[in-house]
């Protein structure tokens, strides 16, 4: 995703300037295990502009795998950070309807070829909030995976499929 921050610890409203850099749950372990030598692939869905590129670059820099990401969709998904600093929490803000990932088509995802040669198969509590069909915990799977019920944000489900669905806990 990308993400738009005003510098340092200002807040939005102290700020006329956004920097921008990129990140999301699963984006960041990929690139953490990278880092630790491990062979990692990122599995999602970009639209084809160069803000994407700009993202995939980043990955592929972090040694990150990335022939595995689906081009399609009008648009990426958006998140504003604003730091925290002292007792004051950080806040933030997401933009993620009607981007790429959450308009992805299940059947784009060739899971059996995707996961082929995987050892673990890896997603947030975050990335079932965005759209029914982003929602990887239903996707067949051989691999042994890790959802993250530590990223699961409330804040990320409206109650309507909060209580229609089954996040992780």
Not at 85 to 96: I, L
Request: charged share 20%; proline share 9%; hydrophobic share 35%.
């Amino acid at each position: 995703m990308l993400r738009l921050s005003p510098p340092g610890h200002l807040r939005f409203s102290q700020s006329p300037v956004l920097e921008q850099t990129f990140g999301g749950g699963e984006a960041n372990v990929a690139v953490s295990l990278a880092g630790f030598g491990h062979p990692t692939s990122f599995v999602t869905r970009l639209p084809k502009n160069d803000i994407a590129e700009n993202a995939i670059r980043l990955l592929r820099g972090h040694g990150v795998d990335t022939s595995a990401i689906l081009r399609g969709g009008e648009r990426m998904g958006i998140y504003f950070l604003e730091t925290g600093a002292a007792q004051r929490a950080s806040s933030v803000v997401y933009d993620r309807a009607h981007s790429a990932i959450a308009e992805i088509d299940p059947a784009e995802l060739d899971w059996p070829r995707l996961l082929a040669g995987a050892d673990w198969f890896h997603f947030t509590g975050i990335t079932p909030a965005i759209s029914e069909n982003a929602r990887p915990s239903s996707r067949p799977t051989s691999s042994p995976r890790s959802p993250s019920p530590a990223r699961r944000r409330r804040g990320c489900w409206s109650e309507a499929r909060e209580a229609s669905s089954s996040p992780p806990r």
